[in-house]
């Protein structure tokens, strides 16, 4: 039971009196945009932040968390997106650290702590081998270990912070199933997530957060997905993807038997100005890879890529971007910002050539440059001299993108254009994108979200273990058929 | 959300005070360590103390300016006092041999060329860890020196160009040392601060990754950067030569200790992406005024060691050490 909670960060408000229960045996979603303050709240439940106001009562009590032992130990536990094992130690180790069974000596009883994380696995109904290092687990097995640490503290309250984020469906799946089990257990579960048809399909109640406040609190069954945007931004959303068709004109982007040995194999394809063609499959399908492949980052093996009819030498970006090509990476905060940089010389990066005279940097070049595009892209941010690590995730991606189309690219290589991004930023990409298309710019665009995929591409290729299996039009598309392609099931029969 | 122009000029002084806060310490250090020496010694600030802290430091300080580079780019070269030695070796045995100086010369920046060429071939074509391969090369460096010269000690260079180690630039109370250093340092700065080039340095310090993703060609960067170093160690080795107007294959052992020193005590982070030219000439400054008011104390080297070690050891802890519990936590998040 939240009740009443508030926390201030200087003169900012980040949670206002923010009140819910949470029932044992329930799994309840959190929703709102990025800043609407679910992630602070998220840190009080932990024990990282104390509350300003209000208090936290479990069973009734009022419990006041000290920090983040004492948060655990009344049976809160917290499973960030990103998990934090111990690389070299095993599963069990993890899940036992700093309470190892102990044997004779002092020594720490290996097989009774394997058996013990077996039973904890076999309770949450998942195969996990605990004697193996945790280094080179898949994010989904990660958080599988962490549930498994919690669930072994007794953990009453199990707060997920966008755990599926990372997640193929398939894993999704796994994760429901899990929570599931949890709550048939009795533990009350806090579900966060970006994608409201998670919170639809796995969770019993919802509450909405927009601003700090919690604006509404119900039972799953009263409310719909409409609703629920309604809440989370505060209005109508006109179109979450705005999609205008238009007749594409001249091939930009020719790919041919492109091949990387052991991640991609024999793929070839073509982008056209005016469309969006959407490479889609499961994580790990080799889609990033391609993207990687074609700007120069990794070298292809064999095969050629052409840009404008221009081959394209192989592992060079900059020979890449020179021909129009642009590329938004999949990793925000390793691969498209240089987090600790300002606003402006990250908008800047890709252009400094453009903004120098005699090999100089012009500042003023460089400051104008940015405010155009923070204006164009509607870039919320508070000093352009301010590092982009204060930015929400989706302001951090319009600086990516800005950052790109300050080059007036050709063609847009865009990897997961709105991952960990909120709903009313999510919109925003997408008709930018779209006006990009419609001004004649080609895109390839690589998401991991059916419903972008369907709801902005021209085209959709499928890629599934580095191969490319289908192609769909606009038309012929849907989430059925797309999934079938990506996970090598035979297409369904007509009926 | 705001755009107005007020308040860029203010995030403009805000971002100034920012980067500055280490470069004011140090200016108030170099004073403090000024009015230290005038008590100490009558007439502390005079044109000819000027001369010799500029001589004492020069080769230090010229060997300290590219390593900040390097450092920027979160890579390290511990190799630049071999590399000092080694072309100096080179020098003195083509010259012994016959060769005339300007070519001996000649050869020697070959020598320091090429010496960072092997630095920066291993580190960013081959991958290795820039701190093995430049303990590597820094004992190979000094063992090839030893080889070449040992136990011999080269002397007899023309006195035309030994004078310039230890007289004034005619009409100025200048090492020639100490005015290569300060071009080279208004070089590096202009470089480091105002270029793509550099704006390049601090990205692939800060997020190597992104710098890649950007089209920054950070191999090449790397490569060339250990080349520029070895080249201006190399020249150092030169003017060390010269000023000793002697060279054995022991010349400059050690100092690689104290080049690096200066840089991070200049307040360039040691995980690269931080740090400017001002700081560095400040940390010249400092440590150059500091030991001529030592010597003229008549204070032991060795216990000038002890203090300037001291010194440098303190500060580099002061600016660092937050920055490095943040990194190792950072590193820890990011595991697995």
Redesign the interface.
């Known amino acids: 039971m939240i009740r009443d909670v508030s926390k201030s960060f200087g003169a900012v408000m980040a949670v206002q009196g923010v009140s819910f229960p949470l029932y044992a045996g329930e799994a309840h979603a959190l929703l709102g945009e990025n800043g609407a303050g679910k992630s602070t709240l998220v840190k009080i439940l932990a024990g990282v932040y104390g509350a300003d106001g209000g208090g936290l009562l479990i069973d009734g009590e009022p419990v006041a968390f000290k920090g983040p032992a004492a948060s655990r130990a009344a049976g809160v536990s917290v499973i960030y997106q ?6 070299d130690l095993s599963v069990a180790e993890n899940i036992f650290m700093g309470r190892q069974p102990l044997r004779v000596g002092r020594r720490i009883d290996r097989a009774a702590m394997n058996r013990e994380a077996t039973d904890v696995f076999k309770r949450l109904g998942v195969e996990l081998d605990p004697a193996r290092v ?2 080179g ?1 898949s994010v989904a097995d ?1 958080q599988i270990v962490e549930i498994a640490k919690a669930l072994s503290f007794n953990a009453r309250v199990l707060v997920m912070d966008e755990p599926t984020a990372a997640l193929t469906n398939v894993e999704v799946d796994r994760l429901f199933e899990v929570i599931r089990t949890l709550r048939t257990h009795g533990a009350a579960v806090l579900f966060i997530s970006h994608r409201l048809e998670e919170a639809f399909e796995s969770c019993q109640r919802v509450t909405i957060m927009r601003d700090g406040r919690s604006i509404r609190t119900a039972p799953i069954e009263e409310v719909t997905i409409d609703d629920v945007i309604r809440s989370m931004v505060g209005h109508d959303l006109d179109n979450l993807f705005p999609k205008t068709v238009i007749e594409p004109g001249e091939v930009v982007l020719e790919v041919e038997h492109l091949t990387r040995v052991g991640v991609f194999d024999d793929i070839s394809f073509n982008v056209r100005r005016g469309e969006i063609v959407a490479l889609a499959g499961l994580v790990g399908a080799g889609r990033s890879e391609v993207a990687r492949a074609i ?1 120069g ?1 990794d070298k292809r093996t064999s095969g050629t890529v052409q840009v404008h009819g221009a081959e394209l030498p192989n592992g060079n ?2 020979a ?2 020179s021909a129009g090509v642009a ?1 938004v ?1 999949e ?1 925000r905060r ?9 606003i402006d ?1 990250n908008v800047a ?2 252009s ?2 453009r903004l ?1 005279r005699f ?3 012009r500042r003023s070049s460089e ?1 104008d440059l940015a ?1 155009t595009w ?2 164009r892209l509607q870039l ?7 590092t982009v690590s204060t930015l929400s995730g989706g302001n951090q991606q319009k600086v990516v993108l800005g ?1 790109w189309l300050a080059r007036k690219p050709s063609l847009l290589i865009i990897d997961e254009p709105t991952r960990g991004i909120d709903v009313g930023t999510k919109a925003e990409v997408h008709r930018i994108l779209d006006e990009l298309v419609t001004q004649g710019l080609a895109v390839l665009m690589i998401s991991s979200e059916l419903p972008e995929v369907l709801g902005m591409a021209d085209r959709v290729l499928v890629l599934r273990e580095g191969r490319i299996t289908a192609e769909f039009t606009r038309a012929q598309a849907d989430e059925d058929s797309v999934m079938r392609a990506a996970t090598g099931q035979p297409p369904a029969v007509a009926a | 959300m705001t755009t107005g122009h007020n308040d860029a000029a203010k995030g403009g002084r805000a971002l100034w005070r920012g980067l500055v806060r280490w470069e004011s310490a140090l200016v108030i250090v170099l004073i403090g360590v000024m009015i230290f020496g005038s008590i100490q010694t009558p007439n502390f600030l005079n044109p000819t103390n000027f001369f010799y802290t500029g001589l004492n430091m020069g080769e230090v300080a010229i060997m300290a300016l590219p390593l900040t580079l390097i450092i920027m780019t979160g890579e390290i070269d511990l190799s630049v006092a071999s590399m000092l030695g080694l072309s100096g070796a080179v020098m003195g045995e083509l010259f012994s041999n016959g060769w005339p100086i300007w070519l001996a010369i000649a050869a020697a920046l070959v020598v320091g060329a090429i010496g960072g060429a092997i630095n920066g071939v291993l580190v960013a074509k081959v991958g290795l860890p820039s701190i093995a391969v430049t303990i590597g090369t820094l004992t190979l460096y000094r063992g090839l020196a030893l080889i070449l010269l040992a136990p011999r000690t080269i002397t007899g260079f023309p006195a035309s160009l030994t004078q310039i180690g230890v007289v004034p630039i005619p009409g100025t109370e200048v090492a020639y040392s100490t005015a290569v250093f300060l071009a080279l340092a208004v070089v590096t700065g202009i470089i480091l601060h105002a270029t793509p080039l550099g704006r390049g340095l601090v990205v692939i310090g800060l997020q190597p990754e992104a710098a890649k993703f950007a089209g920054i060609r950070v191999n090449r960067i790397k490569i060339w950067l250990y080349v520029v170093s070895g080249i201006v160690c190399a020249f150092a080795g030169i003017l060390l030569t010269l000023k000793n107007a002697s060279v054995s294959y022991d010349a400059g052992t050690g100092l690689e200790l104290n080049v690096v020193a200066l840089v991070l005590f200049g307040g360039v982070s040691i995980f690269g992406g931080r740090g400017t030219i001002v700081g560095v000439v400040l940390s010249v400054a400092i440590l150059g005024t500091l030991q001529q008011a030592l010597t003229q104390m008549n204070v032991q080297p060795e216990v000038q060691n002890i203090v300037s070690g001291g010194l440098l050891l303190i500060s580099v802890v002061i600016p660092n050490s937050g920055e490095a519990i943040r990194r190792i936590r950072d590193r820890a998040r990011r595991r697995v």
């Open positions: 990103e998990p934090t094992l111990f690389p945790a280094r687990l990660q700007f980052i970006p900059l890449a971007m590329l990476p990793d390793q691969q498209g910002l240089v987090m600790d940089m300002s010389r990066l890709a400094l050539g120098s090999g100089l940097i400051r405010t923070a204006g919320k941010f508070s000093r352009m001299v301010d950052k």
